[in-house]
């Protein structure tokens, strides 16, 4: 029973381009989504967050958008960098904080080239 | 400060063998996770700590899995005996004011 999808298993973009990261949840229940970036040989890194209240967040180059009604979130990475290039995973908790369990896709392997 | 501290990295066994890994969260964090990352998958929760007491393993299988806490401060993860199934990236979190913060994980590989 996969709760989070993430449906591509990568994605590669142009320097300077848009990436954009999508995310499926089944859970009506899930109230706060999260991003993750992970390189290789590390642990994941929190990027950035959203409450089930928001539709939008936005923190720097990264912007997340929330589509409650369709059970969608989306990653949007302006302007994309060749360090950008890692894993991004979703993740999704009830409640509505990040202290709670973490459900999370499967990961999308994001490429950006100079 | 200090990351989340994991040992070994890496680790290769022989199935029904036995193996355990440690974990040292960031100074004053009071949470503690372990999660299993299978290859092509996302992390899986097995155990949630809140010091030292159990908050959620009911992803743990605990015919073979075991972990303790028993200051509040580090925690071991056992696997005994070892299925070649258990092969994948141990992960320990620890949670601070507003994100878990992942340490680097342990490589596990059952032959």
């Known amino acids: 029973d996969q709760q989070v999808k993430q449906n591509s298993p990568s994605l590669s973009v142009q320097e300077g381009r848009i990436s954009i990261l999508n995310c499926d949840y089944t859970n009506s229940m899930f109230d706060y989504f999260l991003w993750y970036k992970k390189y290789p040989a590390e642990g994941p890194t929190f990027l950035i967050s959203?409450?089930?209240?928001?539709d939008k967040n936005e923190d720097g180059r990264f912007t997340v958008f929330l589509n409650k009604s369709a059970k969608h979130l989306s990653l949007h990475i302006v302007p994309s960098q060749p360090g950008d290039s890692a894993v991004y995973f979703c993740?999704?908790?009830?409640?509505?904080?990040?202290?709670?369990?973490?459900?999370f896709g499967q990961g999308t392997t994001l490429q950006v080239k100079p | 400060e200090a990351g989340v501290a994991q040992s070994p990295r890496y680790k290769i066994i022989e199935k029904r063998q036995s193996v355990a890994f440690w974990c040292n969260p960031i100074s004053g964090h009071a949470t503690l996770y372990w999660y299993q990352q299978i290859l092509g998958q996302g992390p899986k929760l097995l155990i949630q700590?809140?010091?030292?007491?159990?908050?959620?393993d009911s992803q743990l299988p605990k015919d073979r899995f075991s972990a303790e806490r028993l200051k509040g401060v580090d925690s071991t993860l056992k696997i005994q005996p070892a299925k070649l199934e258990d092969s994948a990236v141990y992960l320990c979190a620890s949670l601070g004011l507003l994100e878990q913060y992942f340490g680097p994980g342990t490589r596990l590989t059952v032959t």
């Open positions: 700590f809140q010091n030292n007491g159990v908050v959620d």
């Open positions: 959203i409450s089930s209240i928001k």
């Open positions: 993740a999704a908790s009830v409640g509505s904080s990040n202290t709670g369990k973490l459900i």
